[in-house]
Every structure is written in C-alpha cells, then in structure tokens.
C-alpha cells in the first residue's frame, strides 16, 4: 500500500460523515492534519491540509517542486516568494467572478527538524479588500494524490537541499 493511501484510509476512518472534524494521522514520521468540514464516501471538503515532513527541506526549492507537480486542482500553482525558512505557493491565474476570486495559498515553513506545507483555499472580494476561507473540495483519490504530490516534493526538496552546500 502506498503511503498516501495508508494515511487517506486513517483519514476516511477518523473522520465522520456528519460534519467532518480534524483528523491527525501520522505515519512514517510524517504528520498529516484534514481540518474536513464534511467527509463522505466520495470525497472530502477540507479547510485545511497540512503535512509535515521529518526532515528539514529548502522551503523554495519544496514550493517549485509543488508547484511542478500538483497541476490537476482548480488553477495552477507557482511559487510567489521565498525568504530563508518560509515560501509562498499560490494559485495563478486566479479564477475570477465579477469582483472575487479564489485561489490556493500554500505556505512552506522549515524548522531545524521538520518542513511543513499548510494548504488552504480562500476567496477575495475586491470591494471589501477581505479575504475568507473557502474549502478545498476533492475525491478521496485526488486526496491521496495530493498527499502523494506534497511528499514528494517534500522529499526532492529535501533531497536537493543536502546535494547542495549552498542551500
């Protein structure tokens, strides 16, 4: 069984069709955490995903990787910016109705021992200069791909950073 699947199956376990709820996993080291606002046999409708990882891994070098890798959510990923320990991934284009858009916003952080990705998708509204959270709809499969995509990138991340003596 594929990582991403042993963690979706834990996932699909803790959390409930009657409103969803936080689901921590951890497995192999990595810590994974659905905030799902609903769960079913379908797919789930999450607020957040984050998953961290047990190594410490370039934070810029992880965003372009993400980027490369997750092209199948609603828009395009890339990286915005990078300074020291964090990076910025977000959507681009952005979708756009009228005067709002939504887009992912995946912040990159890297402490001494751990990297984590928190993913989140958020809606603006240019009149009110406000942003809110939206979910981040996906099958089970699309999940687990995700959660795939994440790792890995992660893990090439990770891997280039300790190639390089100048990361």
């Known amino acids: 069984m594929k990582w991403a699947e042993h963690v979706v199956e834990q996932l699909r376990a803790k959390a409930t069709t009657h409103g969803g709820g936080t689901a921590p996993v951890e497995h192999e080291g990595w810590q994974v955490q659905v905030e799902a606002e609903a769960t079913g046999p379908v797919g789930v409708s999450a607020q957040r995903i984050r998953v961290s990882a047990p190594h410490p891994a370039d934070p810029a070098e992880a965003g372009r990787e993400l980027a490369g890798r997750v092209t199948y ?3 395009p990923l890339r990286l915005v910016e990078a300074s020291g320990e964090r990076a910025l991934v977000r959507s681009a284009p952005s979708e756009r109705w009228g005067e709002t858009r939504e887009y992912y916003e995946a912040w990159i952080i890297r ?7 928190d993913l989140r998708r958020y809606r603006y509204t240019r009149s009110s200069r406000q942003r809110a959270p939206r979910s981040i709809d996906v099958t089970w499969e699309v999940a687990g791909r995700l959660l795939d995509d994440i790792r890995e990138s992660l893990e090439a991340a990770q ?8 990361t």
């Open 73 to 75: 959510l609603l828009e």
């Open 159 to 166: 891997e280039r950073s300790t190639a390089s003596p100048s």
């Open 111 to 117: 402490s001494s021992e751990r990297t984590e990705i």
